[in-house]
């Protein structure tokens, strides 16, 4: 079975959505919508996104980036095949574009795919008094300093080993899937998804030697505030802005889950930073 959703807020979905439908009908496959999913495309449904996913094999999410980060965050740990239709921008999680429906419609029913298992990091943000916040991100963690105009000092360590204290607007630590997220924005790394690593990389770092380190990923990262007058936030992939305050750990580990992320056999990842970044050969 497959479950539909769709960035129903972009003005092309409506269309795609039915496009879509249209073509796993014609290949008679079973699929389901997700409501607001749904609602575009005049039929009915109540699923959200987790109960769409406990009762799917596989997940057609139609947007960006954006939005599948959004759909792995809403479904949580009913984590299910994500293959990705790009409606959106760059779109770099995607494997078709939406002139592409036939062709993806065709790869889903021959099962014509490769699963890319992509890293997930677990992110505690614990309390001075010992309470603790649990989230899971595909992307990033990105501390930051809001609204301040001041620069933060963070302090991290390396599995209890001090690397250095930052003095900066803030702290990108990305998955290789991240990577070419904002941690790029900043002048980070590009990781190939299975490197096995994560990459620390300061945002308008004061010091101009503090650079993107690439740490391995079996490490644990832990980041505090030294400046009592000083506060961040913390953000995962996007979603939330949870404050952090002197007293509290940040600690992010890799998760013993991953998520399924579908490639086409001639959308491989280094094919996708080529035509991505627009990257050419060489004339030499």
């Known amino acids: 079975m497959i479950g539909l959703i769709a960035h129903t807020e972009k003005t092309e979905a409506a269309e795609q959505v039915r496009a879509m439908i249209g073509a ?15 609602e575009i495309a005049g039929i009915l449904s109540d ?51 939406a002139t592409e429906i036939p062709r993806a419609v065709e790869s889903i029913t021959r099962k014509d795919y490769i699963l890319s298992q992509r890293s997930l990091l677990l992110t505690e943000l614990i309390s001075s008094g010992g309470k603790i916040r649990k989230m899971y991100g595909l992307n990033d963690v990105v501390i930051s300093r809001g609204e301040r105009s001041q620069l933060v000092k963070l302090r991290v360590k390396i599995d209890g080993a ?11 630590i990305a998955t290789p899937t991240g990577s070419t997220a904002y941690s790029l924005s ?44 000083h506060s961040v936030f913390v953000t995962v992939d996007g979603q939330g802005n949870h404050a952090m305050h002197l007293g509290d750990t940040l600690r992010i580990s890799q998760s013993d889950r991953r998520l399924p992320l579908v490639m086409l056999p001639e ?7 080529r035509q991505k970044l627009k990257w050419s050969g060489s004339n030499v």
């Open 186 to 229: 900043a002048g980070g790394p590009i990781l190939m998804p299975d490197s096995g690593g994560f990459v620390i990389t300061p945002i308008c770092p004061h010091v101009l030697t503090n650079r993107s380190t690439v740490v391995s990923d079996r490490s644990i990262i832990t980041s505090e505030l030294i400046v009592a007058e």
């Open 267 to 273: 959308k491989l990842f280094p094919e996708v930073l």
């Open 47 to 97: 699923l959200d996104e987790r109960a769409l996913a406990r009762q799917c094999d596989l997940l057609v999410v139609m947007g960006g980036d954006g939005t599948i980060l959004r759909v792995v965050h809403k479904i949580g740990e009913d984590i299910k095949p994500i293959f990705g239709i790009n409606i959106g921008s760059l779109g770099f999680l995607t494997c078709a574009a």
């Open 24 to 38: 796993l009908q014609e290949k008679k496959v079973g699929f389901l919508l997700e409501k607001s999913t749904a």
């Open 162 to 172: 001090e690397l250095t204290d930052y003095n900066a607007d803030g702290l990108i």
